[in-house]
T-cell receptor, first 112, second 111 residues
């Protein structure tokens, strides 16, 4: 079974620039999560989709972060403009009915 | 107070030692519980689910105390390959599943 795919693996940008991350979940998984993991901390949920609808974006900094999941499959997460404190690993996870959450390898973002 | 809290760590133990990780959660509506393992620079992966009756998988034992809102993970006969960060995960169902990760506890098993 193919896992959760994310790209790019690494990204370095200057502050105030824009960046986008892409996630392809496991086929058939209705739930998709985006997490931000800062070094030394546990993953923090940014946004959760159920199919193509948002069910939780309470911790998403909406002034600069946006996410969409068109057609309930792939998802993109965008940061515009980036700040130094956005440097982190951005993890995408998907979950099906009666399964645990499976994570992609993440995108390591460095904002300089 | 964070919804899920764990021992701050790091834990540095010799090979063969027994080590226990503790986790507490604040919301009594939480319904399912897991331990995930995260290797350095890798993604988290499910280690085991935690059941009310307690469960064991080889050298790993997980226990849940709903009354105290407390979860534990015991690792016996530690191996070098057990070195990782262990994440306590709590699932609270409202109109949707809300999955909350603890901050993690780092374990280093030393030869």
């Amino acid at each position: 079974e193919a896992g959760v795919a994310q790209s790019p693996r690494y990204k370095i940008i200057e502050k105030r620039q824009s960046v986008a991350f892409w996630c392809n979940p496991i086929s058939g998984h209705a739930t998709l999560y985006w997490y931000q993991q800062i070094l030394g901390q546990g993953p923090k949920l940014l946004i959760q989709f159920q199919n193509n609808g948002v069910v939780d974006d309470s911790q998403l900094p909406k002034d600069r972060f946006s996410a969409e999941r068109l057609k309930g499959v792939d998802s993109t997460l965008k940061i515009q403009p980036a700040k130094l404190e956005d440097s982190a690993v951005y993890l995408c996870a998907s979950e099906g009915a009666n399964t645990e959450a499976f994570f992609g390898q993440g995108t390591r973002l460095t904002v300089v | 107070r964070k919804e899920v809290e764990q021992d701050p760590g790091p834990f540095n133990v010799p090979e063969g030692a027994t080590v226990a990780f503790n986790c507490t959660y604040s919301n009594s509506a939480s319904q399912s519980f897991f331990w995930y393992r995260q290797d350095c620079r890798k993604e988290p992966k499910l280690l085991m689910s935690v059941y009310s009756s307690g469960n064991e998988d080889g050298r790993f034992t997980a226990q849940l105390n709903r009354a105290s809102q407390y979860i534990s993970l015991l690792i016996r006969d530690s191996k070098l390959s057990d070195s990782a960060t262990y994440l306590c995960v709590v699932n609270r169902v409202t109109s949707y599943d809300k999955v909350i990760f603890g901050p993690g506890t780092s374990l280093s098993v030393i030869p």
